[in-house]
């Protein structure tokens, strides 16, 4: 059976006071239910270390350079991940992806610097609301999930997929169990094109507007293994009901 995981997305969010607090809050309160990260801007690696060794929490970074070093100004490498022990690097987010013209191809190109540095990169999927108006969700997710399976080859067991529709990040609408579940498993289904058995074990989460009101209802769905949560990931008592309602 797949272990539930529920990553927190902190975004562009924290301060050095603010997330001992929030990372002391819910080391203190959590109580079983699903395995759980946080993943944080990079400044914040150092501390999260720091504060979460030897705790059930992981930690890890929302993006990564496609190289590995030299002449790129601004850049964080994988190896300079790994050196904070991250165990998690988000890749394609759909933020990325709108303001940072990320492509599919870069992303699979991040999504294997992570992979290469010993790490598991969650790749981002998911469509606009004209992609799934135009009812082109199916196609836009397979060819943003078919980019990173190209280049890993078998090792897409190591990877963590995330569903994230845009039209449900930060808008308060989400996707209804029933709609993600549809999504999740033709994802599942893709995985298995390369290899069955390890496709079975590949995490697949559900992000946007995943709360504490609908996370067991979503997370009850044969194919939706967890989730990666933005704004309900900044307050522990709203992050830590998610986890627990992952058990
Ligand atoms: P919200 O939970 O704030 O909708 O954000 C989801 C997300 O983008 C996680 O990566």
């Given amino acids: 059976m797949r272990r539930k995981l529920v990553v927190g997305n ?24 699903a395995d759980c990260g946080v993943c944080v801007p990079a400044p914040y690696l150092a501390q999260a270390q720091a504060l979460l060794t030897g705790s059930p929490v992981s930690w890890g970074a929302q993006d990564v350079s496609a190289h ?15 050196d904070f022990a991250c165990r998690y690097v988000i890749v394609g987010h759909s933020e990325r992806r709108a303001y940072h013209a990320e492509s599919s191809e870069l992303v699979a190109k991040k999504a294997i610097a992570v992979l290469d540095a010993g790490m598991s990169p969650i790749v981002c999927v998911g469509e606009t609301l004209a992609e799934r108006e135009a009812g082109q969700t199916v196609v836009v997710v397979r060819n943003q999930l078919g980019a990173v399976l190209a280049l890993a080859g078998e090792r897409f067991a190591q990877i963590v997929v995330a569903y994230e529709p845009v039209w449900a990040i930060g808008t308060g609408k989400t996707a209804t169990p029933a709609m993600a579940q549809e999504v999740h498993a033709r994802l599942r289904a893709q995985l298995a094109e390369t290899n069955a058995i390890s496709a079975g074990a590949v995490q697949i989460l559900y992000g946007g507007s995943m709360k504490p009101d609908n996370a067991a209802e979503l997370m009850a769905q044969p194919d939706i293994d967890g989730g990666l949560i933005g704004g309900a990931a900044l307050k522990a008592a709203d992050f830590l009901a998610i986890i627990h309602a992952g058990k």
Avoid: R
Avoid at 68 to 82: D, I
């Fill in 10 to 33: 902190w975004k562009l969010n924290g301060s050095l006071a603010a997330n001992a607090s929030l990372l002391g809050g819910i080391v203190a309160g959590l109580d079983g239910g």
């Fill in 68 to 82: 590995a070093a030299g002449a790129f100004t601004g850049e964080v490498s994988a190896a300079m991940l790994a």
